[in-house]
């Protein structure tokens, strides 16, 4: 009886923390990111479906990237201020191991989110422009949004204000992007298009260019998140 005790009262626990933290996800601004996500999807998905001028997967890419950037860009950038503002956070604190209880489920159902919303997008391109993989569309997209929002979410952390934080990731971003040009076909590219294959390089090369760029983002993610929690230690930092 006291081991089903024990699994109940884990799972009530488990659900009121993720009410919570659903709350402030879908605070503030956050419904203005989301909008604007959808608003863009939507318009280029109406200029692609009368134009059709898209004959290839790798076409969308930077699409997808860029509707998953705005998904996660607020709740990550903003979660602690939000926090502070709301005077929820000496309460966080109080929590034991808050690191993990807290910010690691925001971080988890913001992701989920993401992939939901996401999946949606390709499987509507895919009926609507362009037959694709959605689910290997959706995984590849994923990497650059989870490595930008981990990044941001660390930045944060660091900063501790969420305009601070914003324009520090614009100019992160930024920076990438000028970088995309050279590293075009480069594992060291965090928007690299897997799906555009270079005519020069083998697929077997290209397979290996792909698959190295995802352990090296998927390395950062972890990275960037451990720095994160670590950071969520430092109590008197916040408070």
């Known amino acids: ?30 419904i203005w990111f989301l909008i604007g996500a959808i608003a863009f999807y939507i318009g280029l998905t109406l200029i692609y479906v009368f134009t059709e001028n898209v ?12 509707c998953g950037i705005l998904l ?8 602690i201020q939000n926090d502070q503002d709301a005077r929820t956070i000496e309460i966080l604190f109080g929590i034991p191991n808050y690191r993990y209880k807290v910010w690691l489920v925001r971080i988890t159902l913001i992701y989920i989110i993401t992939f939901v919303i996401m999946l949606a997008f390709s499987s509507l391109s895919s009926f609507l422009i362009i037959p694709m ?34 324009v520090l990731m614009i100019i992160f971003g930024l920076f990438f992007l000028i970088l995309q040009e ?3 076909t480069s594992k060291w590219n965090v928007f690299l ?23 090296i983002l998927l390395t950062s993610i972890i990275i960037f998140l451990l720095t994160g929690l670590f950071n969520m230690q430092k109590r008197e930092k916040f408070i």
């Open 72 to 79: 996660v860009f607020y709740p990550a950038v903003f979660g």
């Open 1 to 30: 009886m006291s081991r089903i005790r024990n699994i109940v009262n884990l799972s009530n626990i488990i659900l009121q923390m993720t009410k919570y933290n659903l709350k402030i996800i879908f605070a503030n601004r956050f």
């Open 182 to 184: 050279p590293l075009e």
């Open 133 to 166: 993989p959605v689910f290997a569309v959706t995984y590849h997209v994923l990497f650059p949004v989870f490595f930008l929002g981990v990044m941001s979410f660390m930045v944060s952390t660091v900063v501790r204000s969420g305009n601070g934080t914003a």
């Open 55 to 66: 004959s290839k997967v790798e076409d969308l890419y930077g699409v997808f990237v860029f």
């Open 193 to 215: 298009n897997p799906f555009a294959t270079p005519q020069d390089i083998s697929e077997s090369a290209w397979s290996n260019i792909v698959r190295d760029n995802r352990i």
